[in-house]
């Protein structure tokens, strides 16, 4: 399902409920999350969380990335500095969730990494690693709603999140832009071109992406076609 045009594609993957979890190469950072979760959040009416373990809530690019402030209204974030307070955040990310409407999407980045600090006993951080991935899988199982999680590390210590993800998907660099890819295989590649080729995707364009994306959530909701851009 790879896409190549002379125009830019809007395509990003349809997040369904339960665990998604997202592996992402290092040089891309927590953009396509991002643009995951604001994706999301544009098409649906609940709040959106974005847990972060690992030091990647960039909130300064969250903005630049938002094709409106008011989007920024229904998105919380909150950080995890120690395992222990990282727990504490998702068990009390699920009370609030029983107490108000389900969320649109939520986000919970570098899941594992403060259960690997060297200041946690081995044994207790795998368990509390254990119950952190308890928790994301129950708000999604609770709510019908998806959680989109990253990792730091794909081995044994992350196996738990492995099987309790419903989904996977990678996003890759690839010469022509970040390419995200399913289980199956399919894949989808966001490019544009520009005077000279082939140009890699930008932070300028992934939020071209999402203001088309609004514009196009925004016509749905009032019954009438998209209007005609450069973006499909």
């Known amino acids: 399902m790879s896409t190549r045009s002379d125009r830019p594609t809007a395509d990003l993957p349809e997040l369904s409920s339960g665990v998604t979890l997202v592996d992402v190469d290092d040089d891309l950072g927590v953009t ?28 300064t690019r969250l903005r630049e990335l938002a094709p409106a402030d008011r989007v920024l209204d229904r998105v919380e974030v909150a950080r995890g500095f120690t395992a222990h307070q990282h727990t504490a ?16 999407v939520v986000l919970a980045t570098g899941l594992d990494a403060r259960y690997r600090a ?4 081995r044994e207790l951080a795998g368990d509390m690693f254990v ?3 308890a928790a994301v899988a129950r708000v999604a199982r609770v709510h019908d709603a998806p959680v989109l999680v990253t990792r730091c590390r ?5 196996r738990p999140l492995r099987r309790a993800a419903a989904t996977r998907l990678t996003c890759r660099a690839t010469p022509f832009g970040p390419r995200f890819e399913d289980a199956a295989g399919e894949a989808e590649t966001l ?5 000279d080729g082939w140009t890699q995707t930008t932070l300028a364009y992934w939020r071209e992406v999402l203001e088309h994306r609004a514009r196009m959530y925004d016509s749905a909701a009032l019954g009438r076609p998209a209007a005609a851009t450069g973006v499909r």
């Open 32 to 59: 396509p999350v991002q643009a995951l979760l604001l994706d999301r959040v544009l098409g649906s009416d609940g709040p959106a969380f974005w847990v972060d373990g690992a030091n990647r809530a960039n909130t």
């Open 89 to 104: 955040l998702l068990d009390r990310l699920a009370g609030r969730l029983a107490a108000r409407a389900s969320p649109s």
């Open 118 to 121: 060297a200041d946690v006993d």
């Open 131 to 133: 119950r952190a991935v």
């Open 154 to 158: 794909d081995d044994a210590f992350s």
């Open 191 to 195: 490019v544009y071109r520009g005077a």
